[in-house]
């Protein structure tokens, strides 16, 4: 079969898929009272950016409008960390790392071996997702950028996040990962080469945003998520309430507006949710963590080219904090060198420790069991680090602290057909998923939350 052929019978069978679609929807409309949803995420959103955007000098027209319609949070308490790929994977499944699996961006690897990977497939996920619920029920999932979403059979129409070098190979690669003959099939549609999505920045966005329009058109999803990235991207880079940061934001309300007003044409009966993982707080310092555990003995490098050759106990980053990790969980001796170690950083105003919790603190939060030790840092150090020497942080912003830090609280905003608009005040974020469970009208028993509607 010719490659010619092949496009043309795959666009033959995405026009009809999408005409019994759009007469099922118009049934479905009429015969229950499930609606389709639609979850934005923009990330490192901070609800007040919202909630207060007049006071911040915000412009954000759509995402303000939408607020009055909406039930929304005042704040979410996210998990243990607060980055993207934890909180993304407890926003479609309501349970925390420690069963849902995905405990940090980055895959735990002391020996540099996977090259800087994150946990990018959704087959590291333990639990069932809300793609999975609507899946089996014979709905239709669409997904733009979601984090560890490569390779799950329950996205119908998948663009999933990943890259490596970020190269052309790179794109060939996530053309390759992605649902078969759709981003030619969007490329077309959109004059927007795939390349014009790959990045960070605000102009990224816009693409993307692109891209969930045609594919709102042509599939009509019962469950869509959509990832947006330069503002997190901005606030690192620049610092949250930064002029660059705020310009971000200012052009990411014109996306949402776009994409909300396409989702509501497409699908009149449409639930709308826009969300975010964590928050954000300024950085001045980086907390070098893994050199003091270089400097303790417990990680030995190797004298000339300085990489890790043995290790007892290894600081496994994440923004603002860091779970330890013991070689050997159950060493006496290694856990009585590590209490000391960190015993003596929390005690130093220069390190920029604020405090460290065992085991059963983290099992209590939720984090990844891999976790003997968890430490978090004070607001505005972050623990980037380089084993050997101290460093100034090039970062201006980060998260990843400790939940119950205020400055990490998500956003949640929701609107659809019978949701009255309210202040919903601080609400867990394992809550989020059954509530779109129950407007989806779709099982998800696994979750440990429960509906907000």
């Given at each position: 079969?010719s490659?010619a ?18 007469l099922?929807l118009a049934?479905?409309?009429t015969?229950?009272s ?6 934005i995420s923009?990330d ?7 909630i ?5 000098g915000?412009?954000l ?5 939408f607020?009055k319609?909406a039930a929304?949070?005042t704040g ?8 993207t790929?934890?909180?993304?994977t ?9 069963k849902h699996g ?11 071996k996977?090259?800087g ?6 087959s590291?996920?333990?639990?069932p ?12 999932v ?9 390779g799950?059979?329950s996205?119908?129409?998948?663009l ?7 190269t052309?190979?790179?794109i060939?690669?996530?053309?390759a990962l992605s649902?078969p003959?759709?981003v030619?099939r969007l490329?077309?549609d ?6 014009a ?9 816009v693409?993307?945003?692109?891209y ?13 998520t ?6 997190d ?11 660059e ?5 200012e052009q990411?309300d ?7 007003a396409?989702a ?7 639930t709308?949710a826009i ?10 310092a ?11 003995g417990?990680i030995?490098l190797?004298?000339k ?7 007892d ?9 860091s779970?330890i ?6 060493d ?6 590590v209490?000391a ?11 920029g420790?604020?405090?460290?919790i065992?085991k059963?603190?983290?099992d ?8 003997s ?5 004070k ?10 020497q101290?460093?100034p ?6 998260h990843g602290?400790?939940?119950d830090?205020k400055?990490?609280r998500?956003?949640f ?5 019978g949701i ?17 469970a129950k ?10 939350g429960k509906?907000?509607l």
């Open positions: 079969m490659a052929f092949r496009v043309e019978s795959w666009s033959f069978d995405m026009t009809l898929r999408a005409t019994l679609c759009a099922s049934l479905f409309a015969t229950a499930a609606s389709p949803v639609l979850m923009i490192g959103l901070r609800p007040a950016d919202v207060d955007a007049k006071k911040k915000l412009a027209p759509h995402l303000t409008a607020l319609e929304y949070a979410v308490r996210n998990v243990l960390p607060t980055v790929y934890p909180d993304h407890t926003l479609i499944t309501g349970v925390w790392p420690d995905i405990g940090n961006n980055e895959t735990f690897d002391p020996t540099g996977n090259l990977g994150w946990y990018w497939y959704a590291d996920i333990r639990v997702t809300l793609w999975d619920a609507v899946h089996d029920k014979k709905g239709i669409d997904s733009i950028d979601w984090p560890v979403s490569v799950t059979a996205i119908d129409y998948n999933p996040e990943y890259w490596r070098a970020q052309a190979d790179d060939k690669l996530l053309v649902t003959g759709l030619p490329a077309r959109t004059g927007l080469p795939l390349q999505l790959v990045g960070e920045e605000p102009k990224h966005d693409s993307r945003t692109r969930a329009q045609k594919m709102l058109e042509f599939t009509f999803p019962e469950f869509m959509v990832h947006l990235v330069s503002l991207h901005y606030q690192h880079t620049y610092g949250p309430d930064s002029a940061s705020k310009s971000a934001l990411l014109s996306d949402v507006g776009d994409l909300v396409s509501r044409r497409t699908m009149p009966n449409v709308i969300v975010s993982d964590h928050g954000f707080a300024p950085v001045h980086e907390a070098n963590i893994g050199k003091a555990f270089v400097d303790a417990l030995t190797d004298p080219t300085h990489k890790v050759i043995a290790w106990a290894m600081p496994w980053n994440a923004g603002g904090s779970a990790v013991l070689a050997h969980p159950d006496q001796v290694v856990k009585d060198k209490v170690l960190l015993n003596k950083l929390q005690a130093d105003p220069s390190s420790v604020a405090r460290w065992d059963a603190a983290i209590a939060r939720g984090g990844s069991t891999k976790a030790f968890w430490v978090d840092c607001i505005g150090y972050s623990t980037l680090s380089n084993f050997t101290q460093m942080t090039t970062l201006k912003g980060t602290y400790f939940p830090n400055e990490m998500a956003t905003m929701i609107a659809g057909p009255k608009a309210k202040n919903l005040g601080d609400i867990d974020m394992r809550d989020i998923a059954p509530t779109l407007i989806l009208e779709v099982p998800l028993p696994t979750a440990n509906p907000l």
